[in-house]
Structures are given as structure tokens and as C-alpha cells.
């Protein structure tokens, strides 16, 4: 699919994150179960679903036929990003034709001291029809990755780097703000958890909007309930 279709397929809906860590309960290290996920997402009606790894990025597109926005997780010493971090993850994405490539590009300490500038024209001077979402946590990053030339904007990172907490700034206030100043899709993504807050992020200029622990998440659904009826929920 290109990138105008992927585009007209995803624009105004919800994209789902079907993703499991080694540390969570729904990560099962002989086969993954996240195709399972993507299939109840499927049928809820997303358009495309948002994973990470190798794995899950075969076993999601030969369940589902829906277009896949990759990543893969992977820590490095001396790193502050771990979202598809090098060029090692990029190739990995590439090989099973991933759709859109997702990876960090905030401004936090990479590997080696690259810049987030340089990586990215790396990456697109070796893979030139390659189709990138920025994974971004303020809006200088934001506008930075757009002048570096990605396809899409994405709030992911908003309140989990220094700089961003700093900022002090919500994701809806970063969407809004992005979505005037760039003219290239802003994916709303990170901490949605009801629907209204899904038309929030559309209304605000989100181009679409990602949501993963609110659907696929079930350990951190359940403690939001259990939390509620202790009178701790935030």
C-alpha cells in the first residue's frame, strides 16, 4: 500500500497497539498471541494496527491483511531511546514489509551520540520510499522530525522524557499546537483511555488517534477498576 492509501485508510479513526513486553501477562514467549488482539481489533473495525517486534509484525498482517505500523523495542547502554533505536531495527522492519516504520525522535541521548537528524537521513538515504512515523514527546521535536522529512508525527513520547515533563504540556495541547504549525499527520497517541478523549485528539487536528493499554492492555485496565473501588483512581 502507498502512502497516500495508507494515509486515506487511516485518517479520523483509532488505530489499535497490540503489544505485549516480556514483562507483562499477555507475553508468551513460544508464539505470541497479540494476532488475537489484532483480529478483536479487526473486527471492532481499525483500520491498521500498531505493534512491536519481528514477530508480531508477520503474525499480525497474515491474521489480519491490515496495514502494520512497526517498531521494535530495544535497549542499548549509553541510550536513552529504545523505540527502533538503529539502523539494525529499521532493517529488521523493512525486510518483513512493514508498513510504516515507527522510532523514537525526540531529543533524548542516542547511541553513540548520533543525532536524531542524522538517523533519519540515514535511514532515508538507504530505504528512499520508506515510510516513517516520528515518535516524538515536545513540540520542537515534533517540528524538528517534520523539517528532517518523516511522514507522520506521533505524540507517543509526550510525558515519558525529561524534556517533555519539563514542558509541562498535554497531549492534547501538543496535538492541537502540531496540528497548526506542521503539514504532515499528527497521530495522537498516549495515556487515551476513554472514548471521548479519542474525539478530543480529532477534534483538536489529530489526523487519527493510536490506543493500546485502554483495549489490549488487560492488566492495566483491570487495576484501573480495582484502583477506582479502593477511591485511588487519578
Known sequence: MKKQELFDVIKGNVIVSCQALPDEPLYVEEKSIMYLMARAAKQAGTPAIRTNSVRDVVAIKEETGLPIIGLIKANYDNSDVYIT???KEVDQLVEVN?????????FSKRL???????FIREIKEKYPDIVLMADISTYEEGVNAYKCGVDLVGT???GY???SIDANITNLELVSKLSKEI?????AEGRIHYPNQ???MLDAGAFAVVVGGAITRPLEIAKRFIDAAKGELK
Open 85 to 87: 533505536p538503529t539502523m
Open 98 to 106: 512493514t508498513d510504516i516504520i515507527a522510532l523514537d525522535c525526540t
Open 112 to 118: 553513540n551520540d548520533t543525532s536524531i537528524n542524522t
Open 156 to 158: 507517543t513520547m509526550n
Open 161 to 163: 522524557t525529561e524534556q
Open 183 to 187: 503539514s504532515i499527520p499528527v497521530i
Open 198 to 200: 479519542v474525539r478530543e
